[in-house]
Structure formats: structure tokens, C-alpha cells
């Protein structure tokens, strides 16, 4: 059985991927490689360490991904976040304003809770990752769910994840997965083609240049060597041009789940859906226990 899932119809996205006020040009555009669980997880392993991704298809239950979105959307719909009337399920944008500093509140809240714990530690993904990580695997405290607006300029500049985790192991593997349907065009996770190996460098570079720093200093992404927030660049274009690659992007599916190294470089678009559905997703990591 190949390595790659049955293709996926491979499409023209509505609109030119955008962040941060620059469009990525087609040249320096191109798409994830899906890959089939049922190939076995030593097929997978190989396939991670070599792009430094996964992009897994249908891991977990469609169902129980979208009713997940409707029990996060149902949540905030307080903050008038949600379109009232409209189905949670779909997360549609309220045409109107909403309290951003409620639907924070409401969200950091849902992420303590039972459900997102249970969600991020349902069997189908912990199972897997025991196989992947070939022993118990630990779920980190570093857990993370996010909300885009349709519209917004909000998006993730390009980082790799080890930035924010130097405290413990780098035998780190985190999960990115799009909470509901996520086109392209919704603005979900990119990826810089061949970037783990950049990532890799940069970090060694990072720790020969840190002997000045104190230990508490050297374990965080805030420290004087490090940009502002500990991005790479929000320059999504300059980057897959000064490094010759191309951003990777997907037409993700409630169920899908993209696993990737901490040091392969990584950002978000702007969310342009023409039907104003909300992005969510969670992006969580494990390491072998």
C-alpha cells in the first residue's frame, strides 16, 4: 500500500493565501501530502522524519470532531461570537460585534475543562501516539484552541514549536488539528517545505550564541536573541524566497490531524471564507512518558 492517502482532488484556492498585509504568489505555494493511516505506523514514522509532517487523514471520528465544534461554539455563543440562531455546528461569524475579552475568558476556561482534556486524549489519537513514540505517551500542559474570524487579519507568524518548549525534551511531537471542515481559504496551519532541518540549524545557531544568558533566559522564546514573540518572520513570501522552498497548505477535514516536528517552521493565514465559518482548531504535544 503506498505511503499517501488515495489522491485528494489537489485545487486552486478561491483567493491567493495571505499574512500580516503580504500575498504568498503561486510559485512559493504548494500542498501537503496526505498520508493514510492504515499504511502502519512504521511507514508513518519514516514519513515524519523525513518532511518533518504527517498530514493524517480521518485519525479520528468525523462525528465526534464536528460535535466538538458545536459544544466549543454553543460555549461561547454568549459573547456573540456566534451568528445567533445559526448552527453551532457550522461556527458561523456573528455579523455583528462580539466581547473579545469574554469569548478569551470563555475559551482559556473550555480548555481547563473535562471535555477539551477528554477531546485531546481520545483513544483513536493516544493510541496512535503510544505506537508513534513507542511507549506511554504524555500529553504536555502546553495546550493551545484558537478561534479565527472570517475577515480578521489575525495570523500566526512563521516559528517552529521548540522555541516556546526548551525547558524539557525536544523528543517532542505536537498535533495540529482543525476543529470542523478548513480549507485553504480559512486560513489553517502552513508549512515551510524541507523547513526541519532549517529549524534544526537555527537552534543550534541559538544555543552557541546564548552563553551569555542566564538559565532562565536560554529556556525562553522572550530572550534578547530572539524576535519579538519569538516568530521567525512575519514574512511568509521573503522566507520561501530566501530559503528557495514553498509554503505547504491544505484542504483539512474534521478528523484529519497533522502531526509535526518541534523544529519544522510553521504559520497560519487569514481566514477568507466566503460562507464567514469560523477557523478552530487545537494544536497540543506529546513526548514518551
Avoid at 5 to 12: S, T, W
Avoid at 20 to 29: D, Y
Avoid at 96 to 101: K, T
Avoid at 162 to 191: C, F, H, K, N, Q
Wanted: contains cysteine; negative net charge; hydrophobic residues 40%.
Amino acid at each position: 500500500m503506498s505511503i499517501a492517502a488515495e489522491a485528494v482532488q489537489i485545487r486552486r484556492p478561491e483567493f491567493p493565501l495571505a499574512a500580516h498585509g503580504k500575498t504568498l504568489p503561486a510559485e512559493r505555494t504548494g500542498w501537503l501530502m496526505p498520508t493514510d493511516p492504515a499504511v502502519g505506523v512504521d511507514a508513518i514514522r519514516r514519513r515524519y522524519q523525513h518532511d518533518g509532517y504527517v498530514w493524517l487523514k480521518g485519525l479520528l471520528p468525523r462525528a465526534d470532531v464536528i460535535d466538538f465544534r458545536h459544544w466549543v461554539f454553543e460555549r461561547l455563543a454568549e459573547t456573540g461570537l456566534v451568528e445567533p440562531g445559526s448552527d453551532f455546528s457550522l461556527g458561523i461569524a456573528s455579523a455583528g460585534g462580539f466581547d473579545r475579552s469574554l469569548a478569551d475568558r470563555r475559551l482559556m476556561s473550555l480548555v481547563r475543562s473535562a471535555a477539551y482534556e477528554g477531546f485531546c486524549a481520545q483513544p483513536p489519537l493516544t493510541r496512535f501516539m503510544d505506537d508513534l513514540l513507542q511507549g506511554i505517551s504524555y500529553l504536555h500542559k502546553r495546550k493551545i484552541m484558537r478561534f479565527v474570524q472570517p475577515g480578521s487579519l489575525t495570523a500566526t507568524p512563521a516559528h517552529y514549536d521548540l522555541v516556546y518548549l526548551r525547558g524539557g525534551t525536544s523528543r517532542l511531537v505536537t498535533a495540529w488539528i482543525p476543529i470542523g471542515d478548513t480549507p485553504a481559504e480559512m486560513g489553517g496551519l502552513v508549512y515551510l517545505e524541507g523547513s526541519h532541518a532549517l529549524g534544526t540549524k537555527m537552534e543550534a545557531e541559538f544555543r552557541a550564541a546564548s552563553g551569555d544568558l542566564s538559565p532562565e533566559e536560554q529556556i525562553s522564546a522572550y530572550n534578547s536573541h530572539m524576535s519579538e514573540g519569538g516568530w521567525v518572520s512575519k514574512d511568509l513570501p521573503d522566507m520561501a524566497e530566501r530559503f528557495d522552498t514553498r509554503w505547504l497548505a491544505a484542504d483539512y477535514e474534521a478528523g484529519d490531524v497533522v502531526l509535526h516536528s518541534p523544529y519544522m517552521i510553521h504559520a497560519s493565514t487569514i481566514n477568507q471564507d466566503r460562507s464567514r465559518r469560523l477557523r478552530l482548531s487545537t494544536d497540543i504535544r506529546y513526548q514518551n512518558v
